[in-house]
């Protein structure tokens, strides 16, 4: 257990909807990174938040959009949902040393767009 | 241009045998870190090593090492003595620039590992 939580873990939904991801970081780490997992992208980098603000982005839609909340838990959210969004969208978490490199990364959410 | 490489798209090896595989890099940046992830069926991603790019001696963490060589670019993952646990994906990924805290990865497409009783 890498101490990072998602939720929902499995979501079914229609295209043209729009759906929430929530993520919450391990304890103390003030970072959070959204990854998506596809059989035809395979794993890239949505976007990454530090604190509550925005640092980088990625291969990441118009479509989506996430935040960072005070709390430091973090939602992805997903609209217009299309066929191809159906994928396994993970969360990671890192603390903030410089000395640290590992990214804990959740169990993932696997979304299903029919 | 790929920046991860790994070119086995799927590996067979016996129980207690070890295994090497594969992954070469592209980067122009001096600072750069390297890693390993276990991805087994259950879905989720489990750091398993990690290499940085000024570090002297290749990392190892119980049965698995990462063979380094920087000249070539690459960054092997050996796994000694097999075990039937590891049969999973694995992806070698890479964070480009220092390790200033913020580190986006850029994985590769992954090796399916068997291992066979």
């Known amino acids: 257990d890498s101490g990072v939580t998602q939720t929902p873990k499995h979501l079914i939904t229609a295209t043209g909807q729009r759906v929430t991801l929530r993520c919450s970081p391990r304890?103390?780490?003030?970072?959070v990174y959204w990854y998506q997992q596809s059989l035809d992208q395979g794993l890239q980098f949505l976007i990454h938040?530090?604190?509550?603000?925005?640092?980088a982005k990625g291969n990441i839609l118009e479509r989506f959009s996430a935040q960072q909340f005070p709390d430091l838990h973090s939602e992805l959210n997903l609209s217009s949902l299309e066929l191809g969004d159906s994928a396994l969208y993970f969360c990671?978490?890192?603390?903030?040393?410089?000395?640290?490199?590992?990214?804990?990364f959740g169990p993932g959410t696997r979304l299903t767009v029919l | 241009a790929q920046k991860i490489t790994q070119t086995q798209p799927g590996m067979f090896v016996q129980e207690k045998e070890a295994v090497t595989l594969d992954c070469t890099y592209d980067?122009?940046?001096?600072?750069?870190?390297l890693f390993w992830y276990k991805q087994p069926s259950s879905g989720e991603m489990i750091f398993l090593i990690y290499?940085?790019?000024?570090?002297?001696q290749n990392a190892t963490e119980g049965r698995y090492s990462l063979n380094f060589q920087k000249a070539r670019k690459s960054a092997n993952l050996v796994i000694s003595a097999s075990q039937l646990g590891d049969s999973a994906m694995y992806f070698c990924?890479?964070?480009?620039?220092?390790?200033?805290?913020?580190?986006?990865?850029?994985f590769g497409t992954g090796t399916r590992l068997l291992v066979s009783p």
């Open positions: 990671a978490s890192s603390p903030r040393t410089d000395t640290y490199n590992e990214q804990f």
């Open positions: 304890s103390g780490d003030l970072s």
């Open positions: 938040y530090y604190n509550g603000e925005e640092r």
């Open positions: 980067t122009s940046d001096p600072s750069y870190g």
């Open positions: 290499q940085g790019s000024y570090d002297q």
């Open positions: 990924a890479m964070r480009e620039g220092p390790n200033t805290g913020f580190q986006k990865l850029v």
